[in-house]
């Protein structure tokens, strides 16, 4: 039988619902059908809320308190939940949920590492930039970032497949020690089974993926989502002929990358020239 997804409760709220719940459930010698049956919600429903993959309702949360007699604790908890993604507009919330589902991530970005490789410092200096950000708000956005890379730890996580510019190697963003840090866990990360991250070099003149990022996300079902990042706003859409087209786009930018192991060199390089 699998182990149980370890959550960090210090990493955000909905961490915290996830890691309370389950103490509070299994203090109660309750399962999770168990628990489930009793608040008439899905037992599926309750393991992805223990493992930080999908935010409950509020009625979620006031059953639990009623069932395990918490006098309100998990209500509270909820309600710093929902404050946490009420900065988010709607489509991002909605892009949020889809990653947390896909069994498949493929992302291309010509000027960033992807969010959800980032450091947490590397992804407040990114987050600052942002005109009119005030530190409560990049606070709340790097919480949800943070989020975000869970999924890279989780039971079964999904298969990540990274085509980022070489450009991104080299811009600085921060300090020295800063582009290290993050360049030395972008080539840890390479290394994990489920991620594969290739460079596309200066060499190959590519110019289809310029105009913006974006990520190609594969659901169960089979159904698949994309996500194109703009300056004022993200589109999400699952319509064929969009998909088509940025899975075109896509897989033509990844014709002119470098293979896993040469772009693993170049990164590590790249943070030697960082020191």
């Known amino acids: 039988m699998p182990q149980p997804v370890e959550l960090k409760p210090e990493e955000s709220p909905l961490a915290k619902f996830g890691f309370e719940l ?33 935010k409950p309702e509020r009625a979620f949360a006031e059953r639990c308190d009623e069932v395990l007699r918490l006098d309100g604790v ?3 908890m909820w309600a710093m939940v929902d404050r946490e993604r009420r900065w988010a507009p709607w489509w991002f919330r909605e892009w949020l949920q889809v990653e947390q589902e896909a069994i498949v991530l493929r992302s291309w970005d010509p000027l960033l590492i992807p969010g959800i490789l980032q450091t ?3 992804a407040r200096l990114v987050l600052s930039g942002e005109p009119g950000a005030t530190s409560e708000l990049v606070e709340q956005r790097l919480a949800a970032r943070t989020q975000r890379r869970g999924v890279l730890s989780r039971e079964k996580p999904p298969l990540v497949w990274a085509l980022i510019d070489e450009g991104v190697l080299h811009r600085p963003i ?7 840090e993050q360049l030395c866990y972008l080539a840890d990360v390479a290394r994990h089974s489920h991620v594969k991250i290739q460079i596309v070099p200066y060499s190959a003149h590519s110019t289809c993926g310029l105009m913006s990022p974006f990520t190609v996300a594969e659901l169960p079902g089979p159904r698949t989502i994309v996500h194109v990042e703009s300056s004022a706003l993200g589109q999400i859409s699952g319509s064929p002929s969009i998909v088509e087209l940025i899975t075109n786009r896509y897989d033509a ?22 020191t």
Do not use: C, N
């Not at 459930?25 to 930080?52: C, D, N, P, W, Y």
């Not at 921060?174 to 290290?180: F, T």
């Open 22 to 54: 389950r103490r509070h459930r299994m203090a109660a010698q309750l399962t999770q059908a168990q628990l489930a049956g009793k608040i008439h919600f899905s037992t599926s429903m309750v393991g992805m809320v223990e493992r930080a993959a999908r």
């Open 74 to 76: 998990l209500t509270e």
């Open 120 to 122: 947490e410092a590397y």
């Open 174 to 180: 921060g300090d020295s020690e800063l582009m290290r």
């Open 253 to 274: 930018i990844r014709a002119d990358a470098h293979p896993k192991h040469v772009s693993l060199l170049m990164v590590e390089e790249a943070m030697e020239r960082w």
